[in-house]
């Protein structure tokens, strides 16, 4: 516009300038004058595309600035702020070392947040926080963190009364319900983390029944699409209301008041409490021949923090202890330790190879006992007592009464050896547990003078193994001149390492 102001006035100069007394006067016509003038609407109309640019990139600036406000909260952690956390005092209270570095901390929940003692997470608002992990799986959701009570609210676009129009057949009207800036693998990984989630729905009826004579004519859809058909409580086997669990619908025959499909007004209140189906994704209702019916569904609440368990059984226990690091880890199997590959790239939706199990005993158990004199027992039930302990330990074997008992269930070895005192006619040696007879091995005075009694067997806490001669007229033989002849050994090998006892 400046421009045009100042040609107008050149022009008037020279044109004025025709008038004058001096020789020199310059030539203007109209045509120079349009000329001029179509120069100016090109460079004018460059002024305000340049003007146009310059308002977008500024818009875009903008847009930036508030996307690196929302993060900064979330990934970027000042390290004056994390320096208490790192810091290790002695008795004196006096500092003796402080940590140069800060970790990136990105809550999973609200309540995360509140408990991790950030001052950036000090007053309650809106938050970035990343249920299923840090860097894997889907990008950080957008929620309303209370900090006095850590709940995590998830908020939608349906959460005004929106009226339910005029139709008759079955889920004739549906509303797909869209939630601010996240996806359903992190609504679902929200509600893993927490204790408890809820979302509560109200519906205004005017006929519009829910169910009738088996038909269902409104349900809604959960997290994985799957149709739900009741309407409040944690049975998802059910059709019900609110009215139905508290015992006072309009008719004591029905489990919700808009069932009864009357032409006045009604309604139903729920709070859905199965948190593995929330949030709900989708309303339909049919069956909706008068006007008046209408449905207002809340934000998606969850609170606390779900029980770990205390022994992992798969990477995604894991995952939900915490772990988002790609590697072998040792998990709970049946029995055993066991160990496992886990892919965390997709968070919740952990991928588990089994690489086999790990040999952990809580204490070993295993022991060598030998007789350096002949042994002969009174009766078939009468162990084979040993005199030299080599080896005892976990202290299993009684040297005194010669039995051992299991400390842990589990498998054990057990191997025996020893030689027949000539002459002392045919005989076995016996294995028992708990004094049924398992094995035996065979010696007489002719042909067969040495006796071996390998075997493995499972067994339970405090079970009870032992040796026994059969019949009793039999002798071992062992004395000083020659060592120790008689030997018994007993190994764990394999511990039930989770065993209930």
């Known amino acids: 516009m400046l421009v045009r102001i100042f040609v107008s006035c050149l022009v008037l100069v020279i044109s004025s300038a025709q008038d004058t007394p001096y020789d020199f006067q310059p030539q203007y016509d109209e045509s120079f004058q349009g000329t001029v003038m179509a120069r100016l609407d090109q460079l ?7 003007e146009l640019q310059l308002n977008s990139a500024n818009d875009q600036i903008n847009s930036l600035k508030e996307q690196v406000q929302r993060l900064e909260s979330v990934l970027l952690v000042n390290i004056s702020n994390n320096l208490k956390s790192r810091i290790t005092e002695d008795k004196t209270s006096k500092v003796i070392g402080v940590s140069p570095y800060s970790a990136i901390f990105s809550p999973r929940t609200c309540l995360e947040a509140r408990d991790s003692g950030l001052p950036e997470f000090k007053e309650s608002g809106m938050y970035w926080i990343d249920p299923d992990g840090i860097g894997i799986g889907d990008g950080a959701i957008y929620v309303h963190c ?152 809340g934000k998606l609440i969850c609170s606390g923090k779900s029980i770990s368990p205390v022994y992992p059984r798969s990477c995604a226990d894991l995952w939900r202890i915490g772990y988002t690091l790609n590697g072998l880890y040792p998990i709970q199997g049946d029995k055993h330790v066991e160990f496992v590959h886990c892919d965390f790239t997709l968070g919740q939706n952990v991928a588990q190879n089994r690489i086999g199990y790990v040999d952990v005993k809580s204490e070993p158990v295993q022991f060598y006992v030998q007789s350096s004199t002949s042994i002969s027992v009174p009766n078939k039930d009468s162990p084979i007592i ?78 009870e193994v032992k040796l026994s001669i059969s019949p009793t007229v039999g002798t071992l033989f062992s004395n000083n001149l020659y060592g120790p002849l008689l030997h018994f050994t007993g190994i764990l090998l394999e511990e039930e390492i989770f065993t209930v006892i």
């Open 44 to 50: 004018e109309a460059k002024v305000l595309d340049q």
């Open 146 to 297: 209370d900090m006095k009570t850590g709940t995590t609210s998830l908020g939608h676009d349906s959460e005004e009364t929106i009226e339910i129009p005029k139709c008759t057949d079955p889920g004739c009207y549906s509303r797909s319900i869209l939630y601010q800036n996240t996806t359903a693998k992190q609504a679902k990984a929200l509600a893993e983390f927490s204790a408890e989630c809820h979302q509560t729905i109200q519906v205004n009826c005017l006929g519009g029944p829910f169910t009738v004579e088996g038909i269902d004519y409104a349900w809604w859809n959960d997290v994985d699409g799957e149709i739900q058909t009741f309407w409040s409580g944690s049975d998802a086997t059910v059709h019900t209301c609110q009215c139905g669990i508290d015992d006072y619908c309009v008719r004591p025959d029905l489990e919700c008041n808009c069932d009864a499909n009357v032409a006045v007004p009604l309604s139903d209140n729920g709070k859905i409490t199965l948190k593995n189906v929330l949030p709900v994704t989708k309303l339909n209702f049919g069956r909706t021949i008068h006007n008046g019916g209408s449905h207002t569904l």
């Open 386 to 463: 040993f005199n030299v302990t080599v080896l005892n330990e976990g202290g299993a074997m009684d040297i005194s009464t010669g039995i051992f008992t299991a400390p842990k269930s589990g498998t054990y070895l057990f191997d025996f050896s020893g030689v027949s005192e000539p002459s002392t006619g045919v005989f076995s040696v016996v294995f028992y547990v708990n004094g049924v007879q398992k094995g035996s091995s065979f010696a007489d005075d002719l042909r067969q003078f040495t006796v071996t009694l390998p075997s493995i067997w499972h067994l339970n806490k405090g079970d």
